[in-house]
């Protein structure tokens, strides 16, 4: 049986956007007609987890039908590590794809998961405080000084794949929530994002604005990618449209446009 593809969203800092990524990039896969695997490695908020659980129940009680994944849950507890290393080898088993979303923050089943990657997709904010984790740079000239605790996170786990089976992990860094104004402080951040993907090996890609269809689809366990004339918890609008192109766009960065081919939806 050919390998799971395993898709690691990451990032060290919280907020930046990890479990919207994960959730919609899953349910876009399975939409185009993958098998997928799902692991949430946020062991303590769970938004992933709680995210396809709202799903299963929404579906349920609206005898609506949408695509699921496999999931597989990681218990809070010393074992961890343990308990994820026989979650993926489970997942390992059937999928296509194996998405794990993971905590923001530094921990030993965080860089376990990164090791195994195939890809991974860093989400951050278009603020110079998201990028404080890839990268340091200099406080009275802005110049890019070197990489940051992020990158080094993902360098070695780079270099212990490539040791381990001569694979080059793929690393895509998302520009997500990007602001409408604010072109100053995007120009400058844009100037050194691209300094240090030079540096450090990563591909630039357009993530999701901070529209409030994503967070309104949430409780529902849907994603634009759902949104249909059986399924419609919401009223739609041209909003709506402009965010399904969003997650295409996004798709695509990923190398994942298979998987994107989603019909349009008609605003009301």
């Keep these: 049986m050919p390998q799971a593809s395993v898709i690691v969203v990451g990032n060290e800092k919280g907020g930046a956007g990890k479990s919207t990524i ?156 990007l602001a409408p104004t604010e072109a100053r402080n995007r120009r400058r951040l844009d100037e050194r994002v691209v300094a240090l993907s030079r540096k450090v090996g990563f591909r630039v890609g357009p993530g999701l604005r901070d529209r409030v269809i994503y967070r309104e689809l949430f409780p529902f366990g849907l994603t634009i990618a759902d949104l249909s004339p059986a399924i419609r918890p919401v009223s739609m609008s041209l909003q709506h449209v402009a965010a399904r192109q969003e997650l295409r766009a996004l798709m695509g960065a990923l190398g994942l446009s298979g998987f994107a081919e989603v019909q349009p939806i008609a605003a009301e």
């Design 22 to 177: 994960a959730i919609h990039t899953a349910v876009a896969l399975l939409h185009g007609g993958a098998q997928v695997a799902v692991i949430d490695l946020d062991l303590r908020q769970q938004s992933t987890a709680h995210f396809f659980a709202n799903r299963r129940a929404w579906l349920s009680a609206n005898g609506a039908s949408a695509p699921l994944p496999q999931e597989f849950a990681i218990p809070l507890g010393e074992d961890a590590s343990a308990r994820f290393e026989a979650a993926f080898a489970e997942a390992s088993q059937g999928a296509d794809f194996i998405l794990i979303d993971t905590p923001g923050s530094d921990t030993a089943v965080s860089r376990a998961a990164h090791a195994k990657a195939d890809l991974i997709v860093t989400p951050m904010n278009d603020s110079f405080v998201d990028f404080d984790m890839l990268g340091v740079v200099d406080p009275v000239t802005l110049e890019l000084k070197r990489h940051s605790l992020y990158s080094e996170t993902v360098w070695e786990c780079r270099k212990q794949r490539a040791a381990l089976d001569r694979k080059m992990i793929d690393w895509v860094v998302l520009r997500n929530r």
